[in-house]
């Protein structure tokens, strides 16, 4: 039996990773693939080391039905490039930090998350915009973007096993 295993990655690691890592885990357990599918995530920047996510993602995530308060932030790793099929990122910015890292020898898929999106609405969405600094409704796209582009890579990922 192949298991594929997949790391999310954005800059603190405590709202828009965090969120994909419930968002996609949850669509995982829910289709009885948790013991095909590995689903992680990690930060590029180390401030929120050990934190659970930020409260306004939890909030908001479990509106939706996701559960993440029993997620920690770390920090990407070199070794992150040995163990992961995908690591899909959140920005571009992102993108150029792991590309910075040892990654030369990684035969998997790099690349922005978004890149699964299929709904036509959020086409013109290449980034998961940072909820950070933002009110509500920044927080409820990140859900929506995230849930679209999770859809897909589940699709993608169940044609592999
Ligand atoms: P994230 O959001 O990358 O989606 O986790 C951020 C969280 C914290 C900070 C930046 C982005 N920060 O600068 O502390």
Not at 16 to 26: G, I, L
Not at 96 to 111: I, P, S
Not at 131 to 139: H, I, L
């Amino acid at each position: 039996m192949s298991r594929i295993s997949v790391l999310f990655v954005c800059l603190g690691n405590i709202c828009r990773s965090p969120t994909a890592h419930a968002v996609f885990q949850s669509m995982v357990d829910k289709q009885g693939l948790s013991d095909q599918i590995y689903v992680d995530s990690c930060g590029t920047g180390d401030w929120h080391i050990g934190h659970a996510p930020d409260s306004r993602s939890q909030q908001h995530a479990l509106n939706r039905g996701y559960q993440m308060d029993n997620l920690r932030a770390r920090l990407v790793v070199d070794n992150d490039f040995d163990q992961f099929d995908y690591i899909l990122v959140m920005d571009k910015q992102n993108l150029a930090d792991l590309k910075a890292m040892n990654c030369q020898n990684f035969t998997g898929e790099l690349g922005l998350f978004l890149d699964f999106c299929r709904n036509p609405n959020f086409s013109d969405y290449s980034e998961v915009p940072d909820p950070y600094y933002s009110g509500d409704q920044g927080f409820s796209l990140v859900l929506d973007l995230i849930e679209d582009a999770s859809a897909e890579l589940l699709l993608q990922i169940k044609d592999r096993l």
